[in-house]
């Protein structure tokens, strides 16, 4: 059965989404700064201003996608399926990277998991 | 139009801007310089680490936006002043099971005591071996005991961090990214670039290690 989008709510929520495509993306995530001086202080703010950006931007997404599923539309589902967390895929190791037969003296890969 | 048609437009616009990209973080941490050295020379143990994971929260849902799932490393040389080692690093963007689309890149390593007081961390991709998404990536790391801003009992960090992404590998990947995503892709692609896969992937990565120190 073909399923019928809400056009207009995508388009409401590009709308939204143009408004901030320029903005800088960061992660959200800031180490301890205490204690730093004025300079570093500095340094900081304007990261900052860049993870402010950041936060802006995912905020509008989120209020795009919210007013898509407002129209109907399973948004929380389809994203939950569409970036389901799955195992890696196989990779070639150093030894083969490094054109050796010998394998590395150290060596891990993660265990595959879900 | 039709999503993938609109898809594949965005990608070509994104294909057709190369992005260099640069991170600078400082920090003053409490740990001694020797116990940092522990930290960021654990080469085999990256995709273990806090911060080998980075994932958003959007609408509700946990969107993972980039993994360190391979970290091998093999000792060049050893001494009680210097180490070089090679470092084979995967990343696995998204939920990709796909790794030909994999950012996979090998580091040559350096470290060198200055005295007892700190050491020079270097890190540059080996162009002539096998690599994907990145065109380029080094990292400096300086970590000194007197460093201007930080305490006499602190330990100062300085990382600079320079890439160059490479645009039609990272649209590739984010094609790949985006298809399961269906109609909801064209909503959600401004969260898939260069600047979400290695800018704030590496600033996650380096922001975690520290908070470890």
Redesign the interface.
């Known amino acids: 059965m073909k399923r019928n ?1 809400p056009v207009a709510g ?1 388009l409401v ?2 709308a939204v ?1 143009s408004g ?2 320029q903005a ?10 205490d ?6 202080l500095e ?1 900081l703010k304007k ?1 900052q201003k860049t993870f402010d950006a ?1 936060a802006k ?2 905020e509008a ?2 209020t ?3 007013a ?2 407002d129209m109907g ?1 399973d ?2 589902n ?17 030894g083969a ?2 054109g050796e037969s010998l394998q ?7 265990a595959n998991e879900i | 139009m039709k999503f993938s048609m609109m898809i594949g437009l965005i990608s070509g616009f994104a294909a057709s801007n190369a992005m260099a990209t640069h991170i600078s973080e400082k920090q003053c941490v409490g740990s001694d310089p020797k116990a940092v050295h522990g930290v960021f020379t654990k080469y085999d143990q990256y995709s273990k680490m806090p911060g080998s994971e980075y994932s958003m929260s959007l609408a509700g849902v946990d969107v993972p936006l980039m993994r360190w799932v391979k970290s091998q490393a093999k000792m060049v040389s050893e001494s009680a002043s210097a180490s070089e080692a090679y470092v084979w690093t995967v990343l696995q963007p998204v939920n990709l099971t796909e790794s030909r689309l994999y950012p996979r890149f090998l580091l040559d390593c350096k470290v060198e005591w200055q005295g007892q007081g700190g050491f020079r961390q270097t890190c540059s991709m080996m162009k002539d071996k096998q690599h994907f998404a990145l065109d380029d990536l080094r990292i400096a790391v300086e970590v000194s005991r007197a460093t201007r801003g930080c305490k006499s009992s602190e330990t100062g960090i300085s990382i600079e961090i320079d890439l160059s992404a490479n645009s039609s590998e990272v649209a590739q990947i984010k094609n790949a990214v985006l298809a399961p995503a269906g109609m909801l892709a064209p909503l959600i692609e401004p969260l898939f670039n260069e600047e979400a896969f290695f800018k704030n992937y590496f600033n996650f990565v380096y922001g975690e290690w520290m908070k470890q120190l």
């Open positions: 989008f995508v929520a590009m989404l901030c495509g800088d993306r960061a992660n959200t995530h800031l180490g301890s700064m204690d730093t001086s004025k300079s570093m340094e990261t950041a931007q995912v997404i989120a795009a996608l919210t898509i599923k539309l948004v929380m389809l994203m939950k399926t569409a970036f389901a967390k799955k195992p890696p895929g196989g990779t070639d190791d150093i990277v490094l590395p003296a150290i060596q891990t890969e993660e």
